[in-house]
């Protein structure tokens, strides 16, 4: 019998992670990632992003002390039908669903990989996977309320005008959407991650478009916008070491960030313990923006 023995050689070429290609994600220097050409999202879909989004949801449930400003309180209260675009692990639909037994809540997110278990939810919160630019798929005038939290760099400017059309129409009359964004104030990194995002077509400035593409859907009036600033780095205190946490943990999660800034996952690691450095000794802060509306009454 003739034996042949093939010996594994990582080469460069010849990568593990090349093969890695499952359906639904790929895995990038160990980062779990969507596999889907057209899909924007820069940043991964696995746990240790989950963790960082829990970082990131408590700064924003600590500095705006309330789940939602739309005064929609009162209709949560007696039953209301709710959805969350891009819910992720869905902490805050998990938290609003506790809150209000009396409605029901469906978050719907292009990766399952973060959903909770089912035993893990209230029983009226419920998830969809489903790409948001690709339609809602859910019949005209269903929701009350549409809560959409950090999707900053999952759309294209493009596709932000689409999703906020689609929401108008998935709302009921007199029904609410709310739309949180971050400011990315950041200094000295070179634009990189900012470059990284006008590669794949995002515009991490959507913060300052936002309420252009509110107005651009007529049937949206009373608009309303909140702003939080928060400390970024140690000279902020708790908050602020856990808001530099954030910030490293995201823009660590940036995929491709080492191969556009040229530099190898040492220097780009190395560049980012400078950075944060910097954002420390310059006392940098950061801005979360909350725009609600509400869908015009029937005329
Ligand atoms: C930064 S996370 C925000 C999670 C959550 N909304 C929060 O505020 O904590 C963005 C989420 O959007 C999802 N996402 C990205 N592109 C999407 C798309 N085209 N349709 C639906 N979800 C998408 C990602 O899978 C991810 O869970």
């Known amino acids: 019998m003739k034996q042949i023995l093939l010996k594994y050689a990582d080469n460069g070429d010849n990568n593990f992670e090349t093969f890695l290609q499952l359906n639904t994600h790929k895995i990038l220097n ?21 963790d960082r989004e829990a970082i990131s ?20 209260n007696t039953g209301a039908t709710v959805l969350d675009i891009g ?3 869905g902490f805050w639909i998990k938290d609003v669903g506790l809150d209000h037994p009396s409605s029901t809540f469906i978050g719907i997110d292009i990766a399952t990989t973060q959903f909770p278990p089912h035993d893990r939810h209230p029983s009226n919160v419920g998830f969809l996977r489903c790409n948001a630019t690709h339609g809602i798929p859910f019949p005209s005038e269903t929701f ?11 759309f294209t400017e493009y596709q932000w005008y689409q999703v906020i059309k689609d929401v108008v129409r998935v709302l009921k009359y007199s029904g609410w959407v ?9 200094k000295n990194l070179g634009n990189a991650g ?30 309303e916008h909140v702003s939080a600033e928060y400390p970024i780095g140690d000279w902020g205190g708790c908050l602020g070491k856990y808001a530099a946490t954030n910030l490293r943990k995201a823009l660590e999660g940036i995929v491709y960030l080492s191969n556009h800034l040229k530099l190898s996952t040492k220097e780009c690691d190395d560049l980012l313990t400078i950075y944060m450095k910097e954002l420390n000794e310059n006392k940098s802060s950061g801005y979360y923006h909350r725009y609600f509306a509400r869908k015009a009454h029937i005329s």
């Open 30 to 50: 160990g980062r779990k990632y969507i596999n889907d050409d057209e899909v924007n999202y820069l940043l991964p879909i696995d746990k240790i992003e989950a």
């Open 194 to 223: 900012k470059l990284i995002c006008e590669k794949q077509g995002i515009n991490i400035n959507i913060h300052a478009t936002m309420p252009e593409i509110i107005d651009s859907v007529n049937e949206l009036e009373d608009l």
């Open 144 to 154: 009350d309320f549409v809560h959409i939290s950090m999707m900053c760099t999952a």
């Open 57 to 76: 949801y408590a700064i924003r449930r600590c500095l705006f002390q309330k789940y939602f400003f739309a005064p929609i309180g009162e209709k949560l």
């Open 178 to 186: 709310e739309i949180i964004v971050s400011d990315p104030l950041i």
């Open 87 to 89: 819910c992720g692990p």
